[in-house]
Each structure stands twice: as structure tokens, then as C-alpha cells.
């Protein structure tokens, strides 16, 4: 098992043992938000039919190539066509068929004329000036040729794809499923938030912060509640975890204590270690391990921590397992708008939010830093990367960010 | 009633018309992406108690000023404290306690000092140096004082939100409810893409993208089906819509032709009238209506103009409703990078896709402009904002555009 390794490192190892999960088929509306399964071509054209954009006459467009002011063309209208029916008359030569705004264009007319540019006296209609054919038809296959794919695998589901699904008549669509993801809290001093407070213990927050993050990216969170320092109840758990979910994220217990009893878990249960501590603050207390090509993933018991080794390692593995295409966040350069005092021996990472001011990138702290402290994840958007051997970083310097998912709408 | 109006005066003229929801209170995880129904202050400090940010023992920091690698100074440990536990003894001159990560600091004790940096033999240790007090303590208070408010009213909830809630042992969540959206699609040529397709007919996709958005918002879509084109089938579907919904949209039969029944329907309703058709393309034909101080909607029938007004009009109205405190999309300028060649009469939304480049934001065309098209709404992150009177745009040129929120992410 190595320890004490980089980000990227961790990153690469885990990615190559994850996959994404199996795929289902879903309603129209509940795959929104969903990761498409696969490459989706359209089976029809659309529009399926040529059709009238407006409220007119369909007609022959040669008919009209006399027609002056001065010598209108009259043509008998021979039939009225609304959207939703079939003309059962073709056009041919002086004759027009009134359509309305979605009705097929009928055979025979090459052109729809407006309603405002004709006069109609009885069954004839009265045209001015020539038309030009096709000016004003929609024709089949306009927005969507037959065959044509209309969107690729791993895409994100968005409203308009589940129009243009619906419009080709895709009734379900075939998405991955949801990865179901477990997560359990170690530690003899947690509490649930809905439990009086006792002497000694605190409010446990990870299950909740993590199964928002969850939920949040469109996965299935599984509460497997909070486990005390024991070895055999924490393998216990895990163990059950592992049957519930496609992966497993414990917090607390990884630090190298007395009581820190994820690692003496895994290694109880018959897990293969992978890796133990990352080399960067915070969160470098992590430990992964697989078992039954199921990866487990053991964060802090710090909040912050926790919350920043999910964002920067597990949500990538996440990422891939639900199928999409893109894994990793955003990097940008900001400028710093205030100092950092403190030296980073170690690499870094800064709760910090990043705004654009027209052509530039600014980032400014998000306040308190230390492992425990929540607050300053609130308006967090992004973490500073500072590398090791950074001494005190200063207003106007350039760094480097990593744009976090928390915040709908991401950072503009 | 007013029509053709601008596109700033519907909006201003219906936000005036509509309220945020009632609120209710909701379960930590089920906040996930809810609107903050009001400011939460903390009930009690966070941390709760003074704790160990480390495996080590608590002393009187007094007590080591004597201390040098040749007279160290020896304290006898008097108990051990593990996290979740509280100490049955004071910390007095010549003692100490050990605590693991987390532990509460004992009574009498001012500073922890790691196991690393003393040697230990039976029940006493030797401390080689002087040590700071309070500098490996995390004081009561650090992250939350009792009183402070840690997040607005109108914010939506967030990840670590959900776990500093959680924290500070907020169990149940105040949240304004899920505004409930009815949509109804009209028109004799809808079929549900369940269905198999019929001459003349096409697959209504409004009801679902519309249906998508709402979901992608956090709202609840209230599906009120197809209607045919018949003014009273019509009235009695809004009225129903009405009943079981906040907001009621419809879309079809808007325009000014023969069978455009809406404007008729909600005439027929009793409705209040507010105006008919928007001065822009595509989306000219809306009508928005009041009746028992709910709106109603209408929409265009195309299913590119039926998106884009939402986004445009309605998305806003929304907004306010759900109780989030920002209403408006951002609006960006951009350089076009290829041309437009058709001039703008009317003001006109073109459908397109911004980037970002370093200090510059780029803006394409995403495909065919047609009112009907719904293939370039799929790339579509933003609506360039043509004014009327624009002759053809030309690469190179700056040009406004609205910022949409359909993926995920927003634009980076």
C-alpha cells in the first residue's frame, strides 16, 4: 500500500478501477438531469411532414408568375386544412387549398401564401405579385434528418434534448442508473441532528453535507448511519454497505491514532488496501481500498476535510461511474485580492471564491480555514491550489483555483 | 389589454403579480437544492464545546516553561479521554490528560500537546520545550457563535449548507414549498410521443420540455396533458390547471389565426386579460392572464419560441415565486464569431453558445434559427439580444446576450 501520495496520483489509480454502472430506460421527464446511455438517432425526419408556417394558401407558384397590382391572379380554393388533419385534395394549376399554421403542405403546392397578402371574394382567392416556391414551407427533415444522432452518449439531459426526444417520439430514454453511493459516519462522539445534544459529543454532519453532495449530482445517497470506534462494528458495516451501493465513503477514523479504526476495518474485512493519506492539506487523512471491485473510500471526520477530498477526489470517480463524459472540475488562474499569511510546507488547498470582473478572474478566502471549520465551505466556490513550498501569498499575486460543482449555476 | 409590448414591461407588468409561496419545514437531505424559507441563526456555538484538534495531552502551558531538552519537565497523566467522552478530572499544575483527536479539553487545561513532541514512560510524560496556550486548541465558537446567522432567506441550500445545518442541529429545514407548475399543450395535431404516429399529426414536446425545465428548477411540473382546439375544452382545462397549480402555462393557439383558441378560452374563463404578444421573435405570440390572482400563460405552439419565452418571461416570474433572492440571468457581452446575415426588424433572440477564453467571451450560432427548431436549442447556453433595427451581424462584432440556466454548470 503506498502512502502519502499526490492528488493526481490517487486520482489516476482510482479512476482505473471504477466504471460506469449499468443502464435502464426512463420516463421522458425523469430522465432530466440524467446521464444519456448512449448515442441517440433520430428514427424519423422532423418535421415528418412539409407544413404550412403560417395561416395561409398553398398553392403552385408558376400560377403566380403573372400576377401584377394591375392583373391579379385568381386561383378557386378548393379545400381548408387545419394542423393535426390531411388534405384530402391535391393543388394543381388554379386551384389553392386554405392551411393553417402546422397543416401539411398538400400535394401539389410548392409555396403558402399569407393570408394578408391574397384577397379572397367567395372560393377564389386574388394574387398581386408572383411568390417564390418553398419561401414559405417547413420542410420535413429541416430540424432532423431520418438517422441523424441528436445527442451523444454521457450527455447531461437538459430540457430542450427532452423536447427534441419527445418531438422524435422517444417515450423513454435509456440512461445510466443512478449510482447508488453508502456512506457511514465513525465515531463515539456523533450524534444525529434530530437527537438531543449530550456532554462530550457533536452534531454529525458528514452524512448529511455528503448525501447532499449526492443528491446534488444526481446519484442515490444511502444513509448507513453512524458506527462507534469498534473495528468489528465498522467492518460490519462497510460490509453491509458494500451489498447497498456501487460505492462506499466512511468518515472519521483514518488519522494514525489509537482510535482511528477505518484502516484496521478494511484490513479486518479482507479489503485491499490501496493507498493510506494524500500529500496535501486538508484531508490528507484518506484511505482507499477495493473489495469485490468495489472501491470504499475512507475521508476525516473534519467537515471542511471531508467535504474538500469528496469535491477533489471522489467526485471525478463519481463522475465516471455515472457515465459522463467529463470528470474533472474547472482550473482557472484569479488574481488574489487579499494575503494569506501562513507558509504551506505542504500543498494547499484555500476555501476561496472566485468571481470574473469582465477580462479577469479574482479570488478572495472564504474566511476561517482550519479542518473542522464549515462556514467558510458556505460561499465557497473554488479552492486555491497552493503548491508546497509556498511561502505567505499576497494581494495582486496570480494562483491557481479549482472551480467547485456546490452552487447551481456554477460561477459567472 | 396591451400587445406587442416589450419584453422588460411584461416582465416588470408580472412580477408585480406574483408572490413568493407559502413555506413549510423539510428533512436535512430533502433541502438539498430548496430555497431557504428564512435567515437561520445558530442556536448554540460550533464548535459547541473547546476541543483537541489532535492525539495528545492537555496540560497547564505554565507548567512547560521550564522546559529544555536537558531539564525537561515531567507531568504525571492523570486520565484519557477519547472523543465522545467527557473528562472526569481537572487539569492541575503538574498533570495531565491525554486526548485523542476531538476529546473536550479538560477543565484546568490551556494548551495540547502532541503525542509526537513528548516521551512517554508509565503514567508520566517529559516535555522538552515550552509550549503555547491555546495554540492546538479549537476554541468554542470558532466556526459559529451562538446567535450569528449562518445563511440568508432566498438561498438555495447547498451541500456544506446542509451540513453546517446540520451541525448546529437544525434537524428540519425551513424552505419555501415546491411551486407547482401546471403546463397544458392545445392543438388537434398533439400527439403524446408514447403514441404511434398518425398522419397529420406531429409529437408534442412542449409538455415535456417545459415539464424538464420546471423539474431542472426544483419546481413541480403538473402535467394537464393535450386539449384539442376547442375554446370551451380549453376553458375548462385552465380552470382545472388553476385548481391544482400555482402558475399555469399552455402553450399553442396563441396567434391571431382562425384557430388560435387560447386568448378565447381565457376570455371565456373570465379571465383578466393582461397583454397579447411580446415585441421580439421568435416567442411574438404570448398572452398572459390573472384570475383569482393566479397567472395563466399562453405560450407559442413552436417548440423553440415556447422555450425561449419561458426562459425568457416566465423562468423570472418563477424565480420570485420559489423565494430566490436573484431573478434575473446574467447578461454577458460576447465577440460573434461568424456571421448573421439576416437584418432584425423586430428585436430578436438568436440561439447560441458562449465561451469563455481567457480574458474574452465568444459567442456562436448553435444551428438553424427557425421558430420550430429545436435541434439548436440543444447546444444553446445563451440567446443573443438582437436589437430591432439591426442590419446583419458580422463576425468579430460585440454582441449582448442572455445567459441561460439549462445546463448544469452554467457556461465556464
Redesign the interface.
Known sequence: MKTSISLEEAQATLLTLVRPVAQGQVP??A???RVLGRDIQSG?N????SKS?L?GYALQAKDSEQAKPSQPVTLTVIEEV?????PRNKVMAGTAIKV?????VPEGADEIVKFEDVTREGNSIKLFSPVTPGKNV?RAG???IQGET??PGGM????????????????AVPVFEKVRIAILST????L???RD?L???????????????C??LGTA?V?MGIVP?ETTAIAARISQALQASDLVITTGGV?V???DVVPAALTQLGAELIFWKLDMKPGSPVIAASYNNKLIIGLS?N?AAA?ITFDLLVVPLIKKMMGLEKQFP?KVSAILTENFNKSSQQRRFLRARVQ?D???NYVKLTG?Q??????S??D?NALIDVPAGSGPLLAGQEVSAV?L????????
Open positions: 421522458l421527464l430522465a432530466t438531469g424519423v422532423l418535421p415528418v411532414f408556417p395561416d387545419r394542423a393535426g388533419y390531411v393553417m399554421t402546422g397543416a401539411p417547413i429541416e430540424d432532423v441528436i445527442a447531461v439531459v437538459t430540457p430542450p434534448l427532452v423536447g427534441l426526444l419527445a418531438a422524435i417520439g422517444v417515450a465515531g463515539d462522539e456523533l444525529d441532528p434530530s445534544l456532554p462530550g459529543k457533536i452534531y454529525n454532519s458528514n452524512l448529511h453535507s455528503l448525501g447532499a453532495y443528491l446534488q445517497p444513509d470506534d488519522s491514532g489509537d482510535y471526520g467537515p467535504l474547472l470574473r469582465k477580462a479577469m476561517e482550519s479542518n473542522g471549520v464549515l462556514k465551505m458556505i465557497c472551480v460543482g456546490h452552487e447551481p449555476g456554477g460561477f459567472l
